[in-house]
């Protein structure tokens, strides 16, 4: 056998025609990596001329680091390989486009296994030099400026295997596009179907059932693509990018890798099989195998025709009939218009009617089931017997949470790890509740996200609207606060993972004073917490407003880390530790502290809305309509008044109906505050001369009356009796 005939005889051969296509690839992966490190290793050194750097070590640090983010996982590539991955596969094998090069490459005496082999082995080929040779210049300029470590490398070669496995899949999804068509925009389009049909679906499936069922949930368990490496990759890139190490960057990298690598295989062998069974006569048509043109049809009119109906949906302010036509509209067009592209005849935009019809029958279908709820989404409640546990999060409560590698972690995914309820008897019987209840007749309604993890592994969320004044819901939500598994999955203070040596400072705030403790504290003040949450419950927390807020900052590796811990009146524990440590101070003010209260009346009931669709929304109480004769505008009125007072006698009958509106107050009533929160706020002034332990930084401190406690004499002080400002 001559090398000619041989296998990487015929790769020499089958490389001479890709020339172009070495030199996209060489260029892109050398401008890209080689260009980022250059840049960003740039941008290190000048920061260090110009001081940001206090030490050569910490410069050294930054420059590892700035490697890393060049050479290892970098959200500058993705994009890039998944270009490269379609460009690569559809010129190797775009000889299926034209049936002259079919007849002429099916005359070599080539077996077909071996042309699809040539052209695929050829096609990674190319890939992998390209992405080690720029890896290779990028890992020598860094080495040339002393920014190359063993962590810079292991996080290289992490990343090459990464690269290499989401290069894969797009690399095999592209060959598919390119067996299953005969032209390259009809190529172009199956690809992008490949990529976003199951993103696409899940996001219309989601906007369904947000806009027909009730209790629908997004918050602990949101339906998501999960064969996409697109996805994949936008959701658990930066959590990579900031792992501590190339070991944990590893434990959440690899599995996806190896996931792709999967699908990877699975795509290529799906390709094989259609190569295989491709006929040579179907080079340029729009669809090589006849029988998948229907299927096609179908499967992209029905989520392209919600796409349409959901943008005139949103775009007519919730419109449900035109929702309906657009989704038929739109599932007509589609159809349509794809059996022009299958004949590149505008004649054929009413042919194949029953293939159109089933799609119309299915986007209805679709359609009937959200509506009407035919599944029963809204009525399900799972037996008590079959709940293995229950995670809850009822709104008003909101923090920062962190894992044990100061890793972030949203409210949702912190909740749903820690949070196992396991008396769910009160939980059951608040949702049987709300599903009697009237959300219209309700004082106060708030959200409450149920996640229920059942014994046969499955969970699945609801979320449901419950009444904070009603005594019933009061009892079932004092039960929930009560139980420690729902104070360690809502309190990262009471499970504390992380080590108290890493906390650098503490500070006791109650809204103007701030109270100092050294990072030594932590264990101590933290236990004290602890001891005082025993008592904690929803009455508490609903009646009583947080006298100050203890922050302990982390550091050593989990900079911006910080955990807060409420105090409240009858911690007694907690008050006395920062008492002993002279870090207490009371949330009252003296007012010969003060040197003066500005209070501005925003005099809200004065206020016009230009659109009644905003009448309730205090953000618009600065707005008006102006009737002015012959002029027919919208002009900016400001009703606000400022008044300063000066008396400490004034000053003393102000500060016992105040609080700082800068500690929140999860679950408080806020409705006892709200109309004159919005309507009022002040601006304390403290003395300069003042032993009051204020935050000597700040000019000024706001603080909001609570609701009906406005004195009158300020209300008469800042009532409105003058023209209103233009």
Same mark, same amino acid.
């Given at each position: 056998?001559?090398?000619? !005939? !041989?296998?990487?005889? !015929?790769?020499?051969?089958?490389?001479?025609?890709?020339?172009?296509?070495?030199?996209?690839?060489?260029?892109?992966?050398?401008?890209?990596?080689g260009g980022m490190t250059m840049i960003y290793l !740039?941008?290190?050194k000048g920061f260090y001329e110009g001081g940001t750097y206090r030490s050569l070590a910490e410069y050294r640090q930054a420059m590892y680091q700035a490697a890393r983010d060049a050479l290892g996982f970098s959200d500058n590539l993705f994009g890039i390989i998944i270009i490269l991955a379609a460009i690569i596969a559809m010129q190797g094998f775009s000889y299926l486009y034209d049936r002259r090069k079919v007849d002429l490459y099916h005359s070599v005496p080539v077996s077909k296994n071996r042309r699809f082999a040539v052209v695929y082995v050829n096609g990674l080929m190319i890939y992998l030099a390209a992405n080690l040779l720029g890896l290779i210049l990028g890992m020598v300029t860094a080495a040339s400026q002393g920014a190359v470590n063993a962590e810079v490398m292991a996080q290289a070669g992490l990343a090459f295997v990464w690269n290499l496995a989401f290069f894969l899949a797009f690399y095999h999804m592209m060959i598919l596009a390119v067996m299953l068509t005969g032209n390259r925009f009809v190529t172009i389009c199956v690809f992008l179907v490949f990529v976003l049909y199951e993103s696409a679906a899940y996001t219309l499936i989601n906007n369904l059932k947000r806009v027909f069922f009730e209790t629908y949930s997004g918050y602990f368990i949101y339906a998501k693509a999960n064969l996409s490496p697109l996805l994949d990759c936008t959701e658990n890139i930066w959590q990579i990018k900031n792992a501590k190490d190339a070991a944990a960057a590893a434990r959440i990298a690899m599995p996806l890798a190896a996931k792709?690598?999967?699908?990877?295989?699975?795509? =290529?062998?799906v390709a094989w099989f259609a190569y295989r069974k491709r006929a040579s006569e179907t080079a340029g048509k729009a669809i090589a195998h006849r029988f998948l043109e229907p299927v096609l049809k179908v499967a992209v009119a029905i989520p392209a025709a919600y796409l349409i109906g959901q943008l005139m949906y949103d775009s007519s302010y919730e419109n449900e009939p035109l929702l309906v036509l657009g989704m =038929?509209?739109?599932?007509?067009?589609?159809?349509?218009?794809?059996e022009v592209v299958y004949d590149f005849d505008i004649r054929s935009l009413c042919k194949h009617l029953l293939s159109s019809g089933v799609a119309l029958a299915g986007i209805l279908a679709i359609f009937c089931t959200f509506k009407w709820d035919l599944l029963g989404y809204d009525s399900y409640i799972p037996a008590q017997n079959k709940i293995e546990s229950i995670a809850i999060c009822a709104d008003g409560y909101y923090d920062s949470y962190w894992d044990e590698n100061g890793n972030y972690l949203d409210n949702s995914q912190y909740q749903s790890r820690y949070m196992f309820l396991e008396d769910t008897e009160p939980? =059951?019987?608040l949702v049987q509740n709300a599903g009697q209840a009237d959300r219209e007749e309700m004082s106060e309604s708030h959200a409450v996200q149920i996640l229920y993890r059942l014994k046969s592994g499955r969970q699945t969320a609801r979320m449901i609207w419950v009444d904070y004044d009603?005594?019933?819901t009061e009892a079932l939500l004092n039960r929930i606060f009560r139980t420690e598994a729902f104070k360690k999955g809502i309190f990262q203070g009471i499970l504390d993972e992380t080590s108290y040596d890493q906390v650098e400072a503490i500070n006791y705030r109650n809204g103007a004073a701030v109270g100092m403790l050294p990072g030594e504290d932590?264990?101590? =003040?933290?236990?004290?917490?602890v001891k005082d949450m025993e008592q904690f419950d929803f009455t508490l927390a609903r009646h009583n407003r947080p006298c100050g807020i203890i922050s302990m900052v982390y550091g050593e590796g989990i900079d911006f880390m910080q955990r807060q811990y409420y105090v409240y009146e009858g911690f007694t524990n907690t008050i006395e530790y920062l008492k002993a440590r002279e870090a207490y101070y009371p949330a009252g003010l003296d007012a010969a502290d003060i040197d003066s209260i500005t209070v501005i009346c925003y005099h809200n009931e004065l206020s016009q809305y230009p659109d009644a669709a905003y009448q309730d929304d205090p953000g618009y109480a600065f707005y008006r309509e102006a009737e002015a004769v012959a002029v027919d505008t919208y002009v900016y009125v400001d009703y606000t008044v400022r008044e300063t007072f000066y008396e400490e006698e004034q000053i003393a009958q102000m500060l016992p109906h105040i609080y700082p509106s800068a500690i929140d107050a999860?679950?408080?009533?806020?409705?006892q505050d709200t109309d004159d929160q919005n309507n009022y706020s002040l601006e304390i002034v403290f003395k300069k001369d003042s032993a009051y332990p204020y935050e000597r930084g700040s000019y000024y401190f706001n603080y909001n009356f609570h609701n009906g406690e406005v004195p009158d004499f300020v209300a008469e002080a800042t009532a409105y009796t003058g023209e209103a400002d233009e």
């Open positions: 056998m001559t090398s000619k !005939s !041989s296998f990487w005889g !015929s790769c020499r051969e089958n490389h001479k025609r890709r020339i172009w296509v070495w030199i996209v690839a060489v260029l892109s992966q050398i401008l890209v990596y !740039s941008r290190i792709w690598m999967g699908i990877a295989l699975v795509v =290529l062998a =038929l509209f739109g599932g007509l067009i589609v159809c349509a218009a794809m939980v =059951l019987t009603d005594p019933e932590a264990k101590g =003040l933290r236990d004290a917490w999860p679950w408080y009533a806020y409705g």
